[in-house]
């Protein structure tokens, strides 16, 4: 029978076999076997001879059992009475004694007659050499241990130890893996002959043997090299595909014309471009001038001046005969970015209209809380292009917005949506795709740009603009100093009566099921016993009836009304509330350049991007922010370290670096990769950059070329299979 990677796994394996690796891993076939990697190589060591078992030392005996006894102790530690088994093994001359305690099971797995491995450290028990709780690899039963000789020669001394579960056995695995791969045959190699020549890595079917049953690490190592190289690989061509697409798409060019309203906006700015600004404006300005769609990723910490930047691309777009539309998550944003882009234009927001500037254009807000007469003429000055500039939220997408022509889609904080929801938005500019540009504020190290948000273009500004006022951080030990928190109240009190703002930051809402909890960061063993986040319903009765008596405290959270959201941001942003009590939903965007303190309760129940988000709310003025992270995480714990770190650094790449080594790579990726098989096993997101960085250009090289991978076809059904796979999700997040 010919065996190749479709084959299904019940003609190779027993049916118990096949139905437990289905069950536990999702396998089907052989390939997915096969591509079900060791973790790490469990060093077994060689074969020891029963007649020279060392005290102290560690061995693997290959033996019979003999005799079993089991008798009951009371521990030490109190409880109920335990179980120890003994049991006695030969290898026909000599005896060792092998002792469980608490493994009732071994006696079942170990009867008499069972031949198997046995490994552990040798020790002296009453004159007699024992391993005590031995690891036990059964191989059968019998009277001979010589019939099973032959086949501890393949129980080399690495053995591979498989990611398992309690159904399926690493051993089980390793066996299943063993009856495979000496049935398979040459595994034909997606990788062009080429590149693996160049890359010095093993030929595939080589490197499948070797990951399974090296000889040694370095085998084992080489084996990964190679592995590791392709699912990156892989992925960078699916993505080389995509951007090789989207430049072969046609583009209505936007070039940038000296007298229209971007030129007039440059002219009337307040303030220079930063540097960061000027380049990353450059290369947008020669994307909208190209033939085939922008698809370009622009991100910059808060206050960095994306916006900016963004209204320049816009105009540039209007000047050419072309509409904007901005999709932002939330409607707080969405009204806050009407208010400042209106407010950048000035007059230019008010073409056609009475009194207005005759040249200008229009900026139209719609979202779900639009009143219906503005509503009505928001879509009206959409589908007849008189707004050159339209503002929403997930209202945007619905199918009576019409553009008379969309040449921008800008969407903002892009990764709270999904390709659809880009998709739905760039469909409504007709047949011919409009360019793109997506923003975020979560800095996106190097290797998740490369990989997640992959086929995107990305512009990064890294300064803020000068003369804005740094922010302090101070981490509040209320478990160390509980009088703090008191002097952080007086702060709130100061800083008011310097006529300036500020901010109280709650995990939670207040008044939900405790299931509803938003769950913390930190480790579970450090905030299992606590009581429950904090609430700003709670938090806001206190201060007004106590700390903050007599100022004028509000709050604000997700569950408002948006209308009375927007209010109160508004009359925040106007200097009729001293104090907003709030969750997250001032988090992104929120531009209120007076408020200039922060306290964040329970602030180690945040992410640590997330407090840099949060405190970039403040010193958007140009007196200086103070961020108060308040804690009663003790001195010592990873979460109070994390905070640490958080009031130490201002680079918000840095701590987008600390966000994510703190996470797991599934979390990373957005996939629900617990348990089953997933596209990416040896590859990290997190640490291979150097791996993901050769892939893409390699992948690039090749695309280029060959973009259909006609000349590739066992590369483009890897490529077809990852497209298809569930567990590539993450790779529609861009
Ligand atoms: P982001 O969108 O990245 O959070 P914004 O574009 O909203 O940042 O800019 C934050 C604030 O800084 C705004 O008030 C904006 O007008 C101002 N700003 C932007 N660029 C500059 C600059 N080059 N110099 C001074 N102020 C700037
Ligand atoms: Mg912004």
């Keep these: 029978m010919r065996v190749d990677f479709d084959t299904k796994l019940d003609r190779v394996l ?12 999702d396998m089907e076939t052989v390939g997915d076997l096969l591509r079900h990697y060791p973790r790490r190589l469990d060093d077994r060591g060689q074969l020891t001879d029963f007649g020279n078992l060392e005290i102290g030392e560690h061995v693997t005996v290959l033996a019979r059992v003999v005799s079993m006894s089991e008798s009951t102790y009371k521990p030490k530690s109190g409880g109920r009475l335990a179980t120890r088994t003994e049991i006695t093994v030969t290898d026909g001359q000599h005896k060792l004694l092998l002792t469980f305690f608490r493994q009732p099971w071994k006696k079942g797995q170990l009867q008499h007659g069972t031949i ?36 501890t020669d393949r129980m ?7 990611p398992a579960n309690a159904s399926v056995s690493s051993k089980m695995l390793m066996d299943s893996v063993a009856l495979v791969i000496d049935a398979i045959g040459d595994v034909p190699d997606p990788l062009p002959v080429e590149l693996r020549a160049e890359l010095g890595f093993l030929p595939l079917s080589q490197a499948l043997r070797q990951v399974h049953q090296p000889a040694d690490p370095s085998e084992w190592q080489a084996a990964c090299s190679r592995l590791r190289f392709d699912e990156a690989f892989v992925v960078q061509t699916v993505l080389a595909q995509r951007r090789h697409l989207m430049r072969s798409l046609p583009a209505i060019p936007r070039p940038v014309t000296h007298d229209g309203l971007r030129a007039r906006f440059d002219a009337a700015m307040p303030f220079t471009l930063t540097a960061g600004q000027l380049q990353v404006a450059a290369e947008i300005e020669h994307d909208l001038a190209r033939s085939h769609p922008m698809h370009r990723l622009l991100q910059g910490e808060v206050g960095s001046g994306k916006t900016v930047v963004a209204l320049r691309a816009m105009l540039q777009v209007i000047d050419n005969g072309g509409q904007a539309a901005l999709l932002a998550p939330t409607e707080v944003l969405a009204a806050q970015h009407h208010r400042s882009i209106v407010a950048l234009l000035g007059s ?23 009143p219906t007469p503005r509503r009505r003429q928001a879509l009206l000055d959409a589908a007849s292009g008189a707004a050159g500039i339209v503002l929403g939220t997930h209202a945007l997408l619905e199918d009576v917005v019409q553009f008379a022509e969309l040449g921008l889609v ?18 409504k500019a007709g047949l011919t795709p409009p360019h793109v540009l997506v ?22 500004l890294r300064e803020l603009p000068r003369g804005r006022a740094p922010i302090q951080s101070n981490v509040v030990p209320v478990a160390e100093r509980p009088d703090w928190l008191a002097r952080a109240w007086q702060r709130v009190r100061e800083e008011v009566a310097k006529g300036h703002q500020a901010y109280v930051v709650c995990p939670r809402i207040g008044g939900e099921p405790e299931s509803a909890m938003q769950d913390s960061p930190a480790d579970e063993s450090e905030t299992a016993a606590r009581r429950p986040p904090l609430a700003v319903a709670d938090v806001a009765a206190d201060l007004v009836g106590g700390a903050l008596a007599g100022l004028r405290v509000f709050m604000v959270h997700g569950r408002l009304p948006s209308e009375e959201k927007d209010d109160l941001m508004r009359r925040f942003a106007a200097g009729d509330i001293d104090v907003l009590v709030a969750t997250t939903v001032i988090e992104v965007g929120v531009d209120v350049p007076n408020a200039t303190l922060m306290v964040v309760m329970d602030a180690e129940r945040f992410g640590v991007s997330q407090l840099h988000q949060l405190r970039g709310r403040i010193g958007r003025g140009s007196a200086p922010g103070l961020c108060l992270l ?88 890897e490529v077809e299979r990852l497209s298809h796979s569930e567990q590539a999700s993450y790779l529609e997040k861009s």
């Design 14 to 25: 027993g049916d118990r076999s096949t139905k437990a690796l289905r069950k536990a891993f």
């Design 116 to 151: 198997g491995l046995f490994s552990g450290k040798v020790n002296l028990f009453r004159k007699q050499r024992q391993l005590l709780q031995p690891t036990c690899d059964v191989l059968g039963s019998g009277t001979d241990i010589g019939e099973f000789e032959d086949e």
């Design 156 to 162: 080399r001394r690495w053995w591979p130890i498989y």
């Design 348 to 370: 230019m927001a008010e073409g056609g209209m009475l009194g207005g500037d005759l040249d200008g254009t229009r900026v139209v807000l719609l979202t779900g809380s639009t």
């Design 410 to 427: 800008v969407v903002d904080e892009q990764h709270r949506f999904g390709v659809e929801q880009r998709a739905a938005l760039t469909a």
């Design 439 to 460: 923003m975020t504020a979560t800095p996106i190290p190097r290797t998740v740009a490369m990989t997640v948000f992959g086929d995107l273009d990305v512009s990064t």
């Design 630 to 717: 308040v804690t009663e995480s003790p001195d010592g714990t990873p979460s109070r370290a994390r905070l640490d770190k958080v009031a130490a650094t201002s680079d918000g790449f840095d701590l987008a670096q600390i966000d994510l080594e703190s996470r797991r790579e599934g979390d990373v990726l957005g996939a629900n990769q617990s348990g089953r098989r997933s596209s990416l096993q040896l590859l990290s997101v997190l640490r291979d950059e150097e791996v993901i960085a050769q892939a893409r250009r390699l992948a690039e090289a090749v695309v280029s070329t060959d973009p259909l991978l006609d000349s590739h076809p066992l590369l483009a059904d």
